[in-house]
Every structure is written in C-alpha cells, then in structure tokens.
T-cell receptor
Framework: EPEVTQTPSHQVTQMGQEVILRCVPI?????FYWYRQILGQKVEFLVS????????KSEIFDDQFSVERPDGSNFTLKIRSTKLEDSAMYFC?????????????FGPGTRLTVT | GQQVMQIPQYQHVQEGEDFTTYCNSS?????IQWYKQRPGGHPVFLIQ?????EVKKQKRLTFQFGEAKKNSSLHITATQTTDVGTYFC????????????FGTGTRLQVFP
C-alpha cells in the first residue's frame, strides 16, 4: 500500500539553526500538508500546498517557515532560525485531487528537538 | 478562534467495556473526520462524516455527526486491547478550505 515517507525520523538542532524536514507524499496525490504536534498535545495545522503554491496557512506558519516542492516527489518544510518552542513532531500529509472532502494520509513524522 | 474540544481527555476501560468520545466545535463544520493515533505513531484516518445527523458504522465503531454539524461522537462497543490509542476528531469549517482543525483528543487505555 502506498505511504507517505518522512526523513529524518529525528532531528536535533541548536537554537538559531536552520532545519529542513523532508517528505515524499503518495505519488498520485496533489494536496500536501504539514502539521505539528507538541508532545502530548493535539495535532496543529501549519500549511497546505497545491499546484506549487501555498493554498492556506495557519498563524503558526510565520516568516520563519517555508515550504517547497523542489522536484516531482519531495515536499519540504524549512524552519529558518529554530526556537526552543519549535520542538515538536512534524507530520507531513497528502490527499487525493479532491482535497476538499478527502482523507489525509499522514507520514510517520519527524521529531524535531531544538536545544 | 475556531476550537474543537473533546471529552473526556483520558478514558481507562476494562477490555469488553464500551467507550465513547465526544467532539464539540465552537462553529459549524462542513465535514468531520476521525483519526486514531497509536502511542508513538501517526494519525490514521478512520472515517469522514459530511451530512447533518449522519451515522456510520465500522465493525465495533459507530460515528455520529450532530444535526447542527457542531458535534460528533465515536462509540466503540466491547473494547479490545488493540483499540488503545488517542482518538482525534478533525473538522473543516468550509468546503473550500484545506485547513483541518484537530480536536484535543481522547486517550483510550484498555486493560486486559
């Protein structure tokens, strides 16, 4: 069964450093998402991406964050200058072309630890 | 802003007992989805409800969407140890939005 993959599984970085989290969505999906989950808390929407541009973003997704689809398979989340409060699990998700009423397939996540 | 609350926050049950989690939104939802997250895992889609008053069943799981499309529930009959995890509802406030707003989650623990 096709699945969303994410690398790395765990990233440790120092405050102020840039990190790039990578995702490979399911191949025929056209909608892509990033979510974060602080340990023990709910899943929070960060951004959605369709047709090579951001379609929607939350208030969490400030100027420190950016997303990119550099080629036909990868979808990346960049945090420009990490803060301690960016420590969380980051999930990538994708969905089929009918993204308005469709299930989202989540990847296994990248645990980001900012020290 | 938009909030989706779930109760209870935690539920411990004996295997074989029933379990229900309730989801309440501060605003009307266009649709609601339910996800299960096993400990240390990622959210896995269970079901989607779209119509007011809709009821769907998946084996021992029964999902309901309220008439006002502001609340939903998930009921598990005769829980098993494999049901352990956190159950999240997640809704969209409009049909033309991508933003899925997750509820606060209910963590279910099942004792054998």
């Amino acid at each position: 069964e096709p699945e969303v993959t994410q690398t790395p599984s765990h990233q440790v970085t120092q405050m102020g450093q840039e990190v790039i989290l990578r995702c490979v969505p399911i191949s025929n999906h056209l909608y892509f998402y990033w979510y974060r989950q602080i340990l023990g808390q709910k899943v929070e929407f960060l951004v959605s991406f369709y047709n090579n541009e951001i379609s929607e973003k939350s208030e969490i997704f400030d100027d420190q964050f950016s997303v990119e689809r550099p080629d036909g398979s990868n979808f990346t989340l960049k945090i420009r200058s990490t803060k301690l409060e960016d420590s969380a699990m980051y999930f990538c998700a994708s969905s089929l072309p009918d993204g308005l009423v469709a299930e989202q397939y989540f990847g296994p996540g990248t645990r980001l630890t900012v020290t | 802003g938009q909030q989706v609350m779930q109760i209870p926050q935690y539920q411990h049950v004996q295997e074989g007992e029933d379990f229900t989690t309730y989801c309440n939104s501060s605003t009307t939802l266009s649709n609601i989805q339910w996800y299960k997250q096993r400990p240390g895992g990622h959210p896995v889609f269970l079901i989607q409800l779209v119509k007011s008053g809709e009821v769907k069943k998946q084996k021992r799981l029964t999902f309901q969407f309220g008439e006002a499309k502001k609340n939903s529930s998930l009921h598990i009959t005769a829980t098993q140890t494999t049901d352990v995890g956190t159950y999240f509802c997640a809704g969209k406030v409009a049909y033309n939005t991508d933003k899925l707003i997750f509820g606060t989650g209910t963590r279910l623990q099942v004792f054998p």
